[in-house]
Every structure is written in C-alpha cells, then in structure tokens.
C-alpha cells in the first residue's frame, strides 16, 4: 500500500480513539482499525504522530480533564474519575507532571482568568452537515496547506457547496494543548446525496451531528477568536447549566478570511448541546 495512504489508516486511528476517550482503548483493536499487525501498528503510530498510542491517549486525556477544569469547574475528584483514573492522588500526579501545576490550582487559576466581558451568544438548531475535509495538525495560524489542498480537490467534486461558508472544526485548546499537537479540518459542505469520486490521500468526507447549538458571532480577525472562545466556553455557557456534546469546536466563515479586511471578517464560534 502507498506510504500516502497510511495517513489516512492513522486518521480513521485517531478517530476511533477520540470517539472512545473515555472507555477501554486496546491496542490491538486499535491496530485493526489501522489495517496493521500490532507490532508494525506501534511503529507506524510512532513515526507518524510522533508519540506511542498510549502516549497519545494518555496525553489526550489530560488535556480533556484540563478543559474541563478551565471551563466548567467543579471538583478534581470528579474529574479524575470521569477520564479514566482510579484515584484522586494518581491524577495529581499525572496532570502535575504534564502542566506543571497541580489540577486544583489550574482550575481556579483559569477560573480567575476567564473574568472576561460576556458578548452575546445565542442558542440555534442546526441541521446535520456533510462535509468535505482535510487535516492539518499544528498551530492553527499555520493551516493554510490544508485549505490549499481541500480546495484544490474540491473545485473537480460534484456536490461541493462553495455558495456556503466554509468550515473548520477546532478540536484543541492552544492554551492546553502544544502547538505542534493542535488539530483542526478545514472543510466544506457536500450536498447529503452526493456520491463522492475517489479521493486522494488526506482528504476525507466526515458528518457532523445537527442539533441545538450556542453560537457567539466573532467579529474580527482571527488573532483575538481565543477571546471570543473564553467568553463562550468560560462565561456565557457556564451561566446556562447546559451541557456541552464531546465534539469538536465548529467555527462557520460568514465572511472569511480574504473576502475583506481583518475588521470585517465573522465567524461563528459554534458547539454543540448534549
């Protein structure tokens, strides 16, 4: 099989783990996933990622709990349990070694810190999307090729609905998660009936749950969408009692990036309800 096509084995991987964060991840079902004999899957898995797959889980893990103690609260305790750690003192130490702090002073020195301006936010029913997408994994001002790539395919697929804004799904906190570790999709929609061509490696077509959502409009450049994100997820949603969907951030280009100066751009900043 082609060394491009690896990617996209090690794609269906990451989804398979990011689907089940909180439940029993084994290796070798994940190395089936993958389509490799769990002795090539390790090594494959670590020369792609750049981290062994329980590296990787565990690291995700953490950082699930960080967000969840940045902005929702509530006791470290809980928190331990409910991402896979049999102990309160086994999580300290865990999350101690990966932030530097212990989890109980993270939570309330963010809490502190999101003491931000609320703008307005609004609940809205969104229908399902099918999308067309590829991934690009680093620091999220540095995505370009992966819209450079996702467009150049798109333009030659039938169904590609480019009258509509673009998408992007977030699926990392830069203020939790490394750089070089940062995930996201550019993507754009695709009518639900459209049967796609072969794709190349890379680019992959995903669906992503209708439902009630709490959109806050960001308007501006990009460089300030983190503060539009703190007031969403650390003001405004805390305030409802809502539960937030285990998915990724979706940000909606309504003017995007190109089409007018930085003052006037918006993006809706877009999560979903449980």
């Known amino acids: 099989m082609p060394q491009t096509s690896w990617a996209d084995r090690i794609l269906c991987v990451l989804d398979a783990i990011h689907g089940n964060l909180d439940g029993d991840l084994d290796p070798a079902a994940l190395a089936t996933v993958a389509g490799f004999s769990l002795h090539h899957f390790h090594r494959v898995f670590r020369g792609m990622i750049g981290e062994s797959v329980m590296q990787y889980i565990r690291r995700q893990r953490l950082e699930r709990a960080a967000f969840r103690l940045r ?93 509509r804004p673009t998408l992007g799904l977030v699926y990392d906190d830069p203020e939790i998660t490394a750089p070089e570790h940062c995930r996201y999709d550019a993507a754009v929609e695709l009518d639900a009936s459209t049967v796609l061509p072969t794709l190349p490696p890379g680019v992959v077509a995903r669906t992503i749950d209708g439902g009630t959502y709490a959109v806050l409009v960001h308007a501006g450049s990009y460089d300030t969408i983190l503060d539009s994100y703190v007031a969403l997820l650390g003001r405004w949603l805390p305030r409802q009692g809502w539960n937030l969907a285990n998915e990724p951030v979706v940000e909606r280009y309504v003017v995007p990036f190109g089409s007018a100066a930085p003052d006037d751009l918006r993006t809706d900043v877009c999560v979903r309800l449980a």
Do not use: I
Not at 80 to 96: I, K, L, P, Q, V
Not at 111 to 124: K, Q
């Open 71 to 163: 902005h929702v609260g509530g006791e470290v305790s809980a928190t331990a349990f409910a991402h896979g750690y049999d102990s309160h003192e086994a999580f300290t130490r865990a999350f101690r070694a990966h932030f530097g702090v212990p989890p109980r002073e993270y939570r309330d020195q963010q809490r502190a810190a999101s003491d931000v301006a609320v703008v307005s936010a609004e609940r809205r029913v969104e229908p399902p999307r099918r999308l067309l997408t590829c991934r690009f994994t680093g620091p999220y001002d540095a995505c370009a090729p992966a819209w450079e790539q996702l467009m150049g395919v798109a333009v030659g697929v039938p169904g590609v609905r480019l009258d």
